[in-house]
């Protein structure tokens, strides 16, 4: 019975007594679901272009955030170092499509994400010879991110709003629309749609495979950029960032691979849901519940709507 | 069999022969070091891998190693992983290594039951198995110059002396930040008894290794639950997203306590905010002595390390320096004790058990103030000695306290049942049969 009572009555009985505490745990979810559907967005953007789930797009976030930074230690000015990182997104998406796709064509699926694993740890090899291994501070103030906290008293306690994370939640969703922008209206997102739907009629309309992929890598090394910029100004730029990068596997399941407003609304459900699963019920069960919540959460979506929330539904003829 | 085939084969041979381990001479004495450069560990690992390499480098620079027998030195990457350090070991102890340096206690655990079989001596300087410090039922395996068990005492001594005693700790509420793996939960079953005893509230916020820089959770609950003090048991990047996230989330930098392990780097990650944030250590900061300024002329400006020259000093760095200032005086007892110049893991487990590092000893190493004396003993391989509080003043670390001892009355009794309950429950667990020596 006293069970029952912490599982079912004490959580929603402690949302009433602390507002304050209830706004901030949303808060907190709301900024992690934004910086976990920035992630899954890089994921969203090859999955629909070649089908390939990229496993490397963690490491991305890691690799380009240290280009960043490591440029700027070698006294290059921050927005030149910044523009010379998207440019090595640029290179990696080349290198890639030469490299990796390229040759890999037409093979199965398994093949093409058994590839980018290979990719992965080649980055963290390759950037920790660069780079070495230590931890980072991101340049926040060199890139006018704002710092410092707004506190807002409220409910007879506070809420404390930090700049970053608004900057981050602003930064985040000014990216979702440009790119929904992107490949909704120009050109280049009516082909990339093209070749997500069908490679063959694609190419039967003279639309380059090889080019498209160069795109959405190169679309995918910038949201890894500004990904690893935002993760990094919260908590430091180390290669134990592209382990958070895998938060994103949940809010893909939840929200569809091939879906971009899947990805927002699958990452905000995933990072509220586990602040608020971890705050309130995370004591009974000693903490640490966040770790697998997430995993959860998305296991469930996924016995009841299999494509996710606003994946294709997938019919095949027998 | 085909021309490829035979090309194959020869290119694989060759392949093998071109990696065969390096074989190292009679004599010699080679000293394996475990090391993580890379992972999300390597914030920690780097430093303490080039402070450890570097002072032993400096030994074979400078004076051709110790008693006249050159190091040979060779480092092992274990990314701060059990299974790969497991691998490590199994890699080095067929070359005869005088002693292993796990640098992780998940790795050092499954160690502790193969030293005495391997007659290699474990030293898990100041980590590890906190019960190991009793030399009659661990005879391989060395802790000092404290324990996990020491340092958790310590810091709720202080804390206590800081409210006007231990008693009035009743009724307080202590949170505990802990990386949730072997290491950060070491030391738990003291602070649950210290609870009972001193009558305060634990508040436990385990930190899963792959949500170490995604911390906002367990700061929201530090929020809910207003611990009066936050005591961290961190380790790599866990250390530095603490700090952040505990100024991000507005918690009293000067109620925030750690063990000894966060650097330098790990207190700016928080800015100026961070100024307050306190951390045990027993060992100095710095360059100013005769040893390490001869790491800088010997190993560092010929090149033949790999630490940039402004970390030199840093505390992790020199962390592990004293690592290696353990390894070295053993090596050098042993020495002294058996009379031999290429001594073995045998020789060496005797070596550290009679180490005395008194200032006498420190001044003559060339590292006369940088840390309290050490002398342990056949019974006593850990030292249990006192460590001081430093706080970090926004550009550095200040010593703010005097050497605090650890509460050995309330330890020792808890220390000798988890040995006890050790050797019972691992069935078989040999008695010691090792003699000891007369010094120790």
Redesign the interface.
């Known amino acids: 019975m006293d069970m029952l009572y912490k599982v079912f009555i004490e959580p929603f009985a402690f949302m009433g007594e602390?507002p304050d505490?209830l706004i901030?745990?949303l808060w907190?979810g709301l900024?992690?679901g934004v910086l976990y559907a920035l992630i899954a967005l890089g994921f969203v953007l090859i999955f629909k272009a070649s089908g390939v789930f990229n496993f490397a797009q963690g490491i991305m976030v890691v690799f380009s955030a240290l280009i960043l930074v490591g440029l700027y230690e070698k006294g290059v000015p921050a927005f030149l170092a910044l523009i010379l990182a998207a440019l090595a997104m640029l290179v990696l998406a080349i290198v890639v499509e030469r490299v990796v796709l390229r040759p890999l064509v037409n093979q199965p699926d398994i093949i093409l994400f058994m590839a980018t694993f290979g990719l992965t740890y080649f980055l963290?090899g390759f950037g920790?010879l660069i780079f070495?291994?230590?931890?980072r501070?991101m340049i926040t103030e060199q890139l006018f991110l704002p710092?410092g906290?707004t506190?807002i008293d409220a409910f007879g306690g506070s809420i404390?709003l930090?700049h970053l994370d608004i900057a981050a939640a602003v930064i985040a969703s000014i990216m979702i629309g440009l790119l929904a922008v992107f490949f909704s209206k120009t050109r280049i997102g009516r082909a990339l749609r093209a070749v997500a739907d069908s490679h063959k009629a694609a190419l039967s309309v003279g639309i380059s495979l090889n080019q498209i992929w160069v795109i959405v890598w190169f679309a995918a090394g910038i949201v890894a950029l500004v990904a690893g910029i935002m993760?990094g100004a919260?908590?430091?730029v180390?290669?134990?960032?592209q382990?958070?990068a895998?938060?994103a596997l949940p809010v893909l399941i939840l929200g569809g691979f091939t879906s971009i407003p899947g990805a927002i609304i699958g990452g905000l459900i995933i990072g509220v849901g586990?602040?608020i699963g971890?705050?309130y019920w995370?004591?009974l069960v000693?903490?640490?519940v966040?770790?697998w919540l997430a995993y959860v959460i998305a296991l469930l979506f996924l016995l009841y709507r299999p494509q996710g929330l606003f994946g294709e539904k997938i019919i095949e003829r027998i | 069999m085909s021309f490829r085939t035979l090309s194959l084969g020869l290119a694989v041979a060759t392949m093998l022969g071109g990696t065969a381990l390096p074989a190292f001479a009679q004599d010699s004495i080679y000293v394996p070091l475990f090391t993580y450069r890379t992972g999300p560990f390597a914030g920690s690992g780097t430093p303490i891998a080039d402070g450890m390499h570097d002072y032993l480098r400096m030994l074979n620079e400078r004076d051709g190693g110790i008693g006249g027998v050159k190091l040979a030195l060779e480092e092992c990457e274990t990314g701060y992983d059990t299974k790969k350090g497991v691998e490590c070991y199994e890699s080095v102890k067929g070359k005869s290594p005088v002693v292993v340096n796990p640098w992780s206690t998940g790795i050092t655990l499954p160690l502790i039951p193969r030293a005495s079989v391997d007659k290699i001596p474990i030293l898990s300087m100041a980590y590890g198995l906190s019960a190991s410090a009793r030399g009659d039922i661990f005879p391989w395996v060395f802790n000092p110059p404290a324990t996990y068990w020491d340092g958790l005492s310590m810091i709720i001594k202080y804390i206590g002396e800081k409210e006007g005693g231990l008693d009035k700790l009743k009724g307080k509420k202590i949170g505990f930040l802990h990386l949730d793996a072997s290491f950060g939960k070491e030391p738990i079953p003291l602070l649950q008894e210290l609870s009972k005893e001193l009558g305060f509230e634990v508040a436990l916020y385990p930190v899963a290794a792959q949500d170490m820089q995604n911390q906002s959770s367990q700061w929201l609950s530090a929020r809910r639950d207003r611990p009066d003090y936050m005591i961290m048991w961190g380790w790599g990047s866990m250390n530095g997203a603490a700090v952040k996230e505990a100024v991000r989330s507005g918690y009293p930098m000067d109620k925030f306590y750690s063990v000894w392990w966060p650097g330098e780097d790990d207190a700016k990650s928080g800015g100026a905010g961070a100024k307050g944030f306190k951390m045990l250590n027993w060992h100095a900061v710095g360059t100013n002595f005769p040893a390490i300024q001869d790491i800088q002329k010997h190993v560092v400006d010929k090149g033949f390390s790999k630490a940039p020259k402004d970390k030199v000093g840093e505390l992790l760095y020199n962390r592990g320096v004293y690592n290696s200032l353990l390894i070295a005086e053993g090596i050098a007892t042993a020495q002294k004790l058996t009379g031999k110049k290429a001594v073995t893991g045998e020789d060496v487990r005797r070596g550290m058990e009679n180490i005395k590092l008194d200032p006498a000893r420190l001044k003559e190493l060339g590292l006369e103030g940088f840390t309290d004396q050490l002398v342990l003993s056949c019974a006593d391989h850990n030292g249990h000695r006192a460590a001081f509080m430093q706080e970090w003043d926004g550009t550095k670390w200040v010593k703010i306290s005097n050497p605090i001892e650890p509460m050995t009355d309330r330890v020792k009794g808890q220390l000798d049942a988890a040995a006890k309950d050790y050797a019972e429950k691992n069935a078989g667990w040999p008695k010691r049969t090792e003699a000891c020596d007369k010094a120790s």
């Open positions: 602390a505490l901030q745990t907190e900024v992690s963290i920790e070495g291994g230590s931890p501070e710092q906290t506190e404390r930090q993760w919260r908590s430091g180390s290669f134990s960032l382990i958070i895998l938060k586990e602040k971890e705050f995370g004591p000693g903490g640490g966040e770790t």
